[in-house]
């Protein structure tokens, strides 16, 4: 079945650097979207960045010109560099693929930018 894990997040200071991982398995990786989606307390879940079967990627206006998202097909794996996080990057990270008519999440990776 598909299966999607998140990993990498933790407390980064504002100006770091973070690198999130998803490890995707179930499925035909190469073929599909994938995507980060983050979810603030007491917000609702927003599109971070995606990036097509083809690499095209697209942002978020939020964190345009500071965050990356990358595939390795090979691996089956999903990245979302995150370069001068800001406090309010803050949010539980998902990993996201649609599948058909099913949209599949990982169990998400919490990610807190703080002094």
């Known amino acids: 079945q598909v299966q999607l894990v998140e990993s990498g997040g933790g407390l980064v200071q504002p100006g770091g650097s973070l690198r999130l991982s998803c490890a995707a398995s179930g499925f035909t990786f190469s073929i599909y979207r994938m995507t980060w989606y983050r979810q603030a307390p007491g917000k609702e879940r927003e599109l971070v960045a995606d990036?097509?079967?083809?690499?095209?990627?697209n942002y978020a206006d939020s964190v345009k010109g500071r965050f990356a998202i990358s595939r390795d097909n090979a691996k089956k794996m999903v990245y979302l560099q995150m370069n001068s996080p800001k406090p309010e990057d803050t949010a539980v990270y998902y990993c996201n693929v649609n599948v058909g008519s099913i949209a599949y999440w990982g169990q998400g990776t919490q990610v807190t930018v703080s002094s």
């Open positions: 990036v097509s079967n083809m690499r095209y990627t």
